[in-house]
């Protein structure tokens, strides 16, 4: 048989589930998970290599309306990757109860093959299940729909197999050995995202963004981090009383970090603060976030 390789688009609202469903589907932890919505910012690539195929997965920011310069980047990665997919993996929450304009809006004049995803089965029952595939099926009339929960791996092998069968023939586009488009910078940037967004309420996660300053790879990897937010009462409330909760992100941050590049990490991090730098572009573009 020849080569299939293509890429495929992982869409759908904030907290639907999306990078729960890429890491499982990759096999790997590339997207951080939190309970909260709009975890991720930047389109991330996971991609499942073997000699008969390539699959380019995109983890996608969720589909909102931008209020800010941060949210028009996240919003036009989306686009980004909904142009150049060869196949959309639209992700939805079984309980979601808002309407999905939004994201309906973004997936308009896509030519790229569609198959909707009912994700969090687990939390729910064989009725609403029934009823919401009937939904889609109406609204959509996807190539097909999966029932699936991401979180217990549950469906999908099936989704793999639908997504291998998908493919086009095409020769691989990646180097066989390469699994993202993101350096260990960015994954250790990210191991502290995911602190701050588990650690922290309100505003603060959505205020904050993470700078790799130093990654030494020596026998211990040295990585330094400056925390940015965007008041001084932010930076105050990072560090908690007596440094207390900055330490309690560093810990956990690090420990993800020791599994992830399988070293030992010493981790030194500080708290800056830049006012309003999610509306500035030059800081935007500093910190990677494209126009
Ligand atoms: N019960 C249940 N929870 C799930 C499932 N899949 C994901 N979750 C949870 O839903 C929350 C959001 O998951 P994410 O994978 O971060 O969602 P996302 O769509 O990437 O979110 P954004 O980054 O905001 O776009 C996390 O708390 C997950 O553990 C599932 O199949 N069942």
Redesign the pocket.
């Known amino acids: 048989m020849s080569h299939r390789a293509g890429f495929v688009s992982i869409i ?10 890429m890491n499982a589907l990759v096999g790997e932890k590339m ?1 951080i ?8 910012r930047h389109r991330i690539l996971g991609i499942v290599n073997t000699d008969d195929y390539q699959i380019v997965f995109s ?1 996608t ?2 589909v909102i309306k931008p209020h800010y310069a941060l949210q028009e980047s996240m919003m036009h990665q989306v686009s980004g990757s909904i142009v150049d997919a060869d196949l959309i993996l639209l ?1 939805t929450d079984i309980n979601e109860t808002h309407d999905e304009n939004e994201v309906l809006e973004k997936l308009e004049g896509s030519l790229a093959p569609l198959a909707v995803l009912i ?5 729910s029952d064989e009725e609403t299940v029934k009823a919401k595939v009937e939904y889609w099926q109406k609204k959509l009339n996807p190539k097909v729909i999966f029932a ?5 791996e549950h469906n999908i092998k099936a989704i793999m197999d639908f997504v291998i069968e998908s493919l086009p023939e095409h020769a691989a586009y990646y180097e066989k050995d390469f699994l993202t488009d993101r350096n260990d910078r960015f994954f250790a940037s990210e191991m502290i995202r995911e602190q701050v967004f588990k650690q922290y309420k309100k505003e603060i996660p959505y205020s904050t963004e993470v700078i790799i300053t130093e990654f030494l790879e020596e026998e211990i990897y040295r990585i330094s981090a400056e925390i940015i937010v965007e008041r001084d009462s932010q930076k105050n409330i990072i560090i908690g009383k007596n440094g207390e909760m900055l330490k309690i992100v560093g810990t956990y941050a690090r420990r993800s970090m020791e599994e992830f590049f399988q070293r030992k990490v010493y981790l030194q991090m500080f708290v800056k603060v830049i006012g309003d730098w999610r509306s500035k572009k030059n800081y935007l573009k500093k910190f990677g976030y494209e126009d």
Not at 119 to 123: A, E, S
């Open positions: 759908g609202k904030p907290n639907a589930g999306k990078s729960t469903l997207s998970i939190t309970p909260k919505a709009q975890t991720t983890d920011p969720g992700v994700n969090k089965i687990d939390k699936i929960s991401a979180l217990h």
